[in-house]
């Protein structure tokens, strides 16, 4: 099977390696010939790298390597089987190249968006046969990360999906299955670890370095400030203000101010070295925290009360919401049996007593955990 990528950033470069190092012939399409070529050095000393930590025989880093051919028209695409496209987030722009690509391919070859919280559906709609599309969401960087989420239109067919799920699990990857609403699984999921904690940041209840703290201790490997920070504001702030429009404009997921004028300002995080702090960051001494537990309980509460809602919407399956949160984003342990250990009870009293205290829609208690906890 020869698969096609189209776009040679970070995400595609980073998926044509995967696929060529399960033994795929990969085209990677770029608009601009640099990028292409900027791709293929970076996938060269990527399979090098893992060659010399004896990941890799040199000569299986090499092969992989001679899978991959760089393209600079879209016809050299139109022996795929699979194309998985990873350009700029902009509907119009996916609608447009799908309709180009649908002119060349033949009848059976699967069309696919990487897009993380872009309507799968919308993007479908554009084809003359929409049964053949559907959303691979890889997490960055793909080599790397085990998770991928599948996410069909409303118009694939069955067989689409079974086909892309058993080929992405050939690959060595972790596959979950979401319906397409605002953000899958882990862009929505996650939310509240960034939108809660700068509340409380914006609120003076306690400092950044506090909050980062709090989460670490109790087992998140980032703070949510240095975590955004890693992200970057460009694509952390973007994803917020998609999934918020996307719920049509839910509370729940409702930007910050905070951020946004870090995305004015320019001042995107580590990249930029400048964002909720300034990089290189030194290392503050450690003082006591006595607010830890609470922090941490609060941004939980929420944590598990999004992943129950993600559940109780039939967005996924239990099983899927706590691999996707885990292999996703590193949470230490899945939601709702870290909910569970902690009791299901405390975190409904948690956020009933947000919402008694804010009188906002943003702390209201999903159905699905009230009969979690009536259970306990």
């Not at 009848?107 to 709609?125: G, K, M, R």
């Not at 084809?127 to 239109?153: S, T, W, Y």
């Amino acid at each position: 099977m020869t698969i096609g990528i189209t776009g040679a950033g970070a995400m595609g470069s980073g998926m044509a390696q995967v696929a060529a190092t399960a033994g795929h012939e990969v085209r990677l399409y770029d608009i601009s010939p640099e990028a292409g070529q900027k791709a293929l050095d970076n996938i060269i000393q990527s399979t090098s790298k893992l060659a010399t930590k004896g990941i890799l025989t040199h000569e299986e880093a090499k092969a992989i390597t001679g899978r991959i051919y760089l393209c600079d028209k879209l016809e050299t695409l139109s022996d795929c089987s699979l194309i998985i496209e990873a350009v700029i987030e902009d509907v119009a722009v996916k609608k447009d190249l799908f309709a180009r690509l649908e002119k060349i391919l033949t009848s059976e070859a699967v069309l696919a968006t990487n897009t993380s919280s872009l309507s799968v559906t919308s993007i479908a709609s554009t084809l003359q046969k929409p049964d053949r599309f559907i959303g691979i969401h890889f997490f960055n960087p793909p080599v790397l990360m085990k998770l991928v989420e599948v996410i069909p239109a409303l118009q694939t067919h069955t067989s689409v999906t079974d086909t892309v799920c058993n080929i992405i699990t050939s690959w060595g990857k972790e596959v979950v299955l979401a319906k397409d609403t605002p953000g899958f699984i882990v862009n929505k999921v996650a939310r509240p670890y960034y939108s809660e904690a700068i509340r409380i940041m914006e609120e003076g209840i306690a400092d950044m370095e506090t909050i980062d703290a709090s989460m670490v201790e109790h087992g998140f490997k980032m703070g949510p400030f240095a975590l955004m920070d890693f992200i970057g504001h460009d694509v952390n702030y973007r994803v917020t203000e998609s999934v918020w429009k996307g719920f049509y404009y839910d509370p729940r997921y409702r930007p910050s101010f905070s951020q946004l004028r870090l995305l004015e300002a320019g001042w995107l995080g580590r990249k930029s070295g400048k964002g909720f702090y300034t990089y290189p960051k030194s290392e503050a001494v450690p003082s006591e925290n006595r607010m830890s537990h609470a922090i941490f309980m609060r941004i939980f509460s929420m944590l598990v009360n999004e992943a129950a809602d993600t559940v109780g919407m039939d967005i996924c399956t239990e099983a899927d919401v706590e691999k996707a949160m885990t292999l996703g984003v590193n949470y230490p342990e899945g939601l709702l049996a870290w909910g569970k250990k902690l009791g299901y009870g405390t975190v409904v009293a948690q956020l009933d007593d947000l919402f008694g205290t804010y009188h906002e829609e943003r702390y209201r208690v999903c159905r699905y955990i009230r009969q979690l906890a009536k259970k306990e």
